[in-house]
């Protein structure tokens, strides 16, 4: 008794995939006949009619391009004005991701949204990348260099390895981006700005050779991410403070900790930082391995080691 066979159904785009493949060269028929589950029959029509496969796609990417592509451009450019009014940052992968979305629930399989694609979107409606917000602040450069020539001084008495600098830096993980696609001649507002925070601490010396554990400041004693966790297996050290920030207490207890490594390394070392109140509130405290220099105010950007893209690039 012999067993009819199914007939097979076989899309477009499934003809274009077989059709790659056998351009590859890589696999021989049969094995490309087996990998897409048709008979190898199939595979040679398919091959024979390569031309007219070729014809029908660039036809149907015709058709598409005047009512189904001015569709999803208006689309697209509606979601774009909504999200621009609510304040939102957009990116260029972002509108490139909600384009394809926008293709994918129109049936559209042939849009590339790509850069070039992304670039004559913006230039038909007029949309350029905006700075959302920004400042600078100015630096003296008088004291700069005052505080250069003396530090020089300081310094030869110490090698490059036992020359440490700290700071500080702010992870708003809810915040969003400072920058946004928008139109031109539109004056860029961004929304609400989160203030849920963590603090890391870094400290390296100015060779790189030795970086300090992390410091972590975060809100909360037990965060629920903490949960099941053995917080000494943590590749950093976490403390908390109501504000997420270092204060002069937490500072001093790094400090002292900072000094007792120190010693028992037998090493007299210079730690550089700003003069922010948690850093300078130290009073009386004996660091007898530790000799602390700070920046004068306003100059940390020009000065401070770690401001010159160490951090930027931790992040």
Request: charged share 30%; hydrophobic share 35%; with cysteine.
């Amino acid at each position: 008794m012999s067993l009819k066979r199914k007939q097979m159904s076989i899309d477009l785009k499934t003809k274009q995939l077989i059709l790659v493949e056998v351009e590859k060269g890589t696999l021989p028929k049969t094995k490309i006949a087996e990998k897409f589950g048709i008979p190898k029959s199939t595979l040679s029509t398919i091959i024979k009619n390569k031309d007219k496969i070729d014809e029908a796609v660039t036809n149907s990417t015709k058709r598409l391009r005047k009512p189904m592509l001015e569709d999803v451009k208006k689309e697209l450019l509606k979601w774009f004005k909504k999200a621009r009014d609510s304040n939102i940052p957009l990116s260029g992968a972002l509108v490139r991701e909600k384009a394809k979305e926008i293709c994918t629930s129109n049936g559209v399989e042939h849009m590339a949204c790509s850069d070039g694609w992304l670039w004559k979107f913006q230039k038909r409606y007029n949309i350029s990348c905006h700075v959302l917000s920004g400042e600078a602040n100015k630096v003296a450069d008088e004291d700069v260099n005052k505080w250069l020539q003396g530090f020089v001084k300081v310094r030869q008495s110490y090698s490059e390895n036992d020359i440490f600098n700290i700071d500080e830096t702010g992870v708003f993980y809810n915040l969003l981006p400072d920058r946004s696609l928008d139109f031109k001649g539109v004056k860029s507002h961004g929304g609400a700005k989160s203030k849920e925070r963590l603090t890391v601490v870094l400290c390296c010396n100015s060779t790189g050779s030795e970086k300090l554990k992390l410091w972590v400041i975060g809100k909360y004693q037990n965060p629920r991410c903490f949960k099941n966790v053995n917080k000494l297996s943590l590749p950093f050290e976490y403390t908390n403070q109501k504000n997420a920030w270092v204060d002069s207490t937490s500072f001093r207890l790094w400090l002292l900790k900072f000094q007792r490594k120190m010693a028992l390394q037998n090493r007299n070392v210079l730690l550089t930082m700003d003069n922010c109140s948690a850093h300078n509130n130290i009073g009386d405290l004996e660091l007898p391995n530790v000799k602390i220099v700070y920046f004068p105010p306003n100059c940390t950007s020009r000065l401070q080691p770690l401001d010159q893209g160490i951090i930027a690039a931790f992040k």
